[in-house]
């Protein structure tokens, strides 16, 4: 089983990716953006091998206008070697890669113009996977797309314009359960003529079920009847709905009891799991250390090194409480470590930890920074204790100072991407 995250890394650095605007898409913005974009993409299969995360949505904009006769340029010949350097480190490792275009690749609309558009799309992200060395068991998520006042015909039509896909398309494309229009038995009556596979959405299932009950597993064995030897294990998506948030939206951080409660009634679990959350790796790598085989309290040790600041913010009855935790090396007290830090981070900050927290950052630069540095981060502080300042003020200073002085372990603590 791989559990994996969507698009985004959080907290480490130089991850971020870059966009272009329409009027500024020039040959030579369009190639610095896209090498920009591939960096910051090999960066974060960098992170997920360290952290054996081995399943990962890349962003369908890594490449600027791909699929658009905007960008015009050879761009697969221009960065050959980055793609080659990543594809190695992505077969190395063995990790799994995945598209999911965004809501206006839609194969089933009845404008022919929509539809030559979504082909042209599914072709780029067919094409970057190409670039990547990866095989069709990577796979490109789809959704049926609209009704447009008949569910039997808009299926039909998703059909018929299937047959216009490339090949390679074809093997890779994987269709999903929605929360409003086609429900799992909708999508799996679909992908049984089509002869592809796929996957099931716990949330969308939740919102929007078919008249026929079925827990998740049972379903999910179901599913798994779509999948061949050729499109790898079973791929399924897992999220948790937001408290007092619209249908559908998503969690800030996955909740782990609630997750674990739902991994240990599969069937099987060696399937592999995505998780769309807002947290992105920080949720992954929660369920990857929850449920590994071989683990050891150093694993709990490196995520304490990244968390224990943002706790000691929150709660600093929690912070003490978890430092006694991990004082016992021979144990692996996973579910009690980040159920701690999940009490902790649910807590309401209070100005006097967060002055405390933001002193102990302060402490990494006494003896190198600057008077003027001190002087502002005093007055930063003093702003946020009187009212008058954030502590978004005072965050962004801390994390200009680890930038500009290179403090390695602040700079992947959680205290400055967390709230």
């Known amino acids: 089983m791989s559990i994996g995250y969507a698009c985004l890394n959080v907290g480490t650095p130089n991850t971020a990716m870059r966009s272009v605007i329409k009027r500024n898409a020039t040959n030579e913005m369009l ?101 990547l060395g990866s095989g069709y068991d990577h796979k490109i998520i789809l959704h049926v797309g609209g009704v447009y006042g008949d569910k039997e015909e808009a299926m039909a039509r998703f059909a018929e314009n299937f047959q216009r896909l490339s090949s390679a398309v074809k093997k890779r494309l994987i269709i999903e359960n929605d929360d409003r229009l086609y429900n799992i038995v909708d999508v799996l009556t679909l992908a049984e003529t089509l002869g592809i596979p796929v996957v099931y959405d716990n949330l969308h299932h939740a919102i929007n079920p078919p008249p026929e009950f079925g827990s998740d597993s049972q379903w999910i064995d179901q599913v798994k009847n779509t999948w061949k030897a050729e499109d790898g294990k079973q791929k399924i998506h897992y999220s948790q709905q937001a408290s007092k948030k619209r249908l559908g939206a998503h969690t800030q951080t996955i909740n782990l009891e609630t997750f674990l409660a739902f991994y240990e009634g599969l069937t099987d679990q060696s399937i592999d799991i995505m998780l769309e959350v807002k947290d992105k790796n920080i949720s992954a790598l929660k369920c990857v250390n929850a449920t590994e085989v071989d683990a050891n309290i150093s694993l709990l040790e490196k995520e304490w090194a990244r968390y224990k600041y943002l706790v000691l913010e929150k709660s600093p009855a929690d912070y003490e409480r978890i430092r006694t935790l991990l004082k016992d090396k021979a144990s692996y007290p996973v579910r009690a470590f980040y159920t701690l830090i999940e009490n902790a981070l649910a807590k309401e900050i209070q100005v006097g930890q967060a002055e405390n927290a933001a002193l102990h950052i302060w402490g990494y630069f006494k003896g190198k920074a600057t008077s003027q540095e001190e002087k502002r981060f005093v007055k930063t502080l003093e702003n946020y204790r009187n009212g008058s300042g954030t502590l978004a003020t005072v965050k962004r200073h801390l994390l200009k100072l680890a930038t500009k002085y290179q403090e390695t372990y602040l700079l992947h603590s959680l205290y400055f991407y967390l709230e």
């Open 31 to 131: 190639t610095q953006v896209t090498q920009h974009n591939l960096e910051a993409l090999e960066k974060m299969i960098d992170y997920n091998i360290e952290n054996n995360i081995r399943l990962f949505r890349i962003s369908s904009d890594l490449i600027p206008f791909g699929s658009s006769p905007v960008n015009q340029l050879a761009w697969w010949n221009i960065h050959h070697d980055t793609f080659q350097r990543i594809a190695a480190k992505v077969k190395k490792s063995n990790m799994r890669l995945s598209f999911h275009p965004g809501q206006y690749t839609v194969l089933n609309s009845p404008r022919e113009d929509v539809v030559e558009r979504a082909i042209l799309d599914l072709d780029y992200h067919s094409k970057v996977l190409d670039c």
